[in-house]
């Protein structure tokens, strides 16, 4: 069945890095991604993986995925206060005419100055 | 490219009032996406549009809710004699055949009194 996972909070300081994990259910899952939430802002994209690759590193971001136990993870190096916000990751499934997606519930990152 | 657009951004109603919300999105992006976000939760995929075509429906899209997208290019998504329970955000998110990334609008916020 369809469903993730993620842990509702995460607080660090500014500077440490983070790391947010997401854990799903899906074997068939093709594209993992990670999405960031303002307060009552809408979603932006912040980076997605092929479910064929381990890792994917963009600037501060680095994606890892651990397919044999459904495990992603978000690393944020350097974390800045503006990184303050919901963290969700998303997945669309193998054969899916529509590539919807299937949302976590979120992660609430606070970044303490 | 300006965006996904959304509109209104908030919208107050009584009980049973009809609403309509307004999606446009990114020029050039055939396909597009309704999901539904409540207080504390992801996003929740509604419904689906390719170019003109409705190809999928979520079983939480309710015989109340109808959507459009006549053109293929903005969308409507109509509720009809709301209820408490369709307060929520309502997101709308595009992306172009062929490309893994929906990106999202800001949101209609609805709080159904």
């Known amino acids: 069945g369809e469903d993730v996972e993620q842990s509702l909070f995460l607080s660090v300081r500014e500077g440490d890095s983070s790391v947010i994990n997401c854990t799903y259910t899906?074997?068939?899952?093709?594209?993992l991604y990670w999405y960031k939430q303002e307060p009552g802002a809408g979603l932006q994209l912040l980076t997605y993986?092929?479910?064929?690759?381990d890792m994917k590193q963009d600037q501060r971001l680095t994606v890892l995925l651990n397919k044999k136990d459904k495990h992603l993870s978000l690393r944020i190096a350097d974390t800045q206060t503006g990184d303050s916000a919901i963290y969700f990751c998303a997945e669309t499934l193998y054969g899916g005419a529509t590539n919807k997606l299937i949302f976590g519930t979120g992660t609430l990152l606070a970044v303490q100055p | 490219d300006t965006g996904v657009s959304q509109d209104p951004r908030h919208k107050i109603t009584k009980r049973g009032q009809n609403v309509t919300f307004r999606c446009d999105p990114i020029s050039e992006h055939n396909r597009l996406y309704w999901y539904r976000q409540t207080l504390g939760q992801g996003p929740e995929f509604l419904t689906y549009?390719?170019?003109?075509?409705?190809?999928?429906k979520s079983r939480l899209l309710s015989d109340r809710f109808s959507a459009e997208r006549p053109k293929g290019s903005f969308s409507t998504l109509e509720i009809q004699r709301t209820e408490q329970g369709d307060s929520a955000m309502y997101l709308c998110?595009?992306?172009?055949?062929?490309?893994?990334?929906?990106?999202f609008g800001p949101g209609t916020r609805l709080t159904v009194l």
């Open positions: 998110a595009s992306s172009r055949r062929g490309y893994n990334e929906q990106f």
């Open positions: 549009f390719q170019n003109e075509a409705q190809l999928e």
């Open positions: 899906d074997s068939s899952s093709t594209y």
């Open positions: 993986i092929f479910s064929n690759m």
